[in-house]
Structures are given as structure tokens and as C-alpha cells.
């Protein structure tokens, strides 16, 4: 069955950086669009970048253009997202997920605050 598992969280301070991973089994990972997502507390989840099949075109949420990088590798099966300069605001849980899938992993928690 489709499954992702998320890892990578932690806490940080503010201005610091983490890289989230994630690695998905039960589809055709090289044909899917993959995507990160996030839920802070008491908020909806929310889009937060997209990467096509080939890693060329990626999309960001405004809230993290210029801070944030998704990227992925085919072969391992696994998406990335590098997040630079956080802020307070990007304290959620972070969830991956392909485009067209219904089914969420547990995600990975980013908590940041001095």
C-alpha cells in the first residue's frame, strides 16, 4: 500500500536550518508529482512546495519562497525539503504526499523558537 514516512524534524532556533526526508513505497515514485505540506497548531494544513517528475519545476508557497528547497532523488525513492532562516511561523508538523495520493504518513515536527 502507498506510504510515506517523514523525518528530519526537531527544534531550532530561529535563522537556523533542517532538512526534511521523505520516502515513499507502494506507487510509481518516478511518475508521481510529490509534494510537502504542513499543519501548525490550531491551523489547517497548508501547501508548501511541489516538485514535478523530473525535479525541474518546483512551486513554493509565498510564505517560504526563497527559504525553503524541495528536491528529490528517483532512485531512492525519497523527497527533501531544505529549510533555511526559519522563523517562528514555520513551527507545524510537515507532512510529504504524491500529488494524487489520499494517503498521509505521520509527518516529522519543526518546532522553532529561542
Known amino acids: 500500500q502507498v506510504q510515506f514516512v517523514e523525518s528530519g524534524g526537531g527544534q531550532v532556533q530561529p535563522g537556523g536550518s533542517l532538512r526534511l526526508s521523505c520516502t515513499a513505497s507502494?506507487?510509481?515514485?518516478?511518475?508521481?508529482?510529490m509534494k510537502w505540506y504542513r499543519q501548525a497548531p490550531g491551523k489547517e494544513r497548508e501547501f508548501v512546495a511541489r516538485i514535478d517528475t523530473t525535479g525541474r519545476r518546483k512551486d513554493y508557497a509565498d510564505s517560504v519562497k526563497g527559504r525553503f528547497s524541495i528536491t528529490r532523488d528517483n532512485a531512492k525513492r525519497m523527497i527533501f525539503l531544505q529549510m533555511n532562516n526559519l522563523k517562528p511561523e514555520d513551527t507545524a508538523v510537515y507532512y510529504c504526499k504524491a500529488d494524487r495520493s489520499t494517503t498521509w504518513g505521520l509527518g516529522t515536527l519543526v518546532t522553532v523558537d529561542s
Open positions: 507502494g506507487f510509481i515514485f518516478g511518475a508521481a508529482i
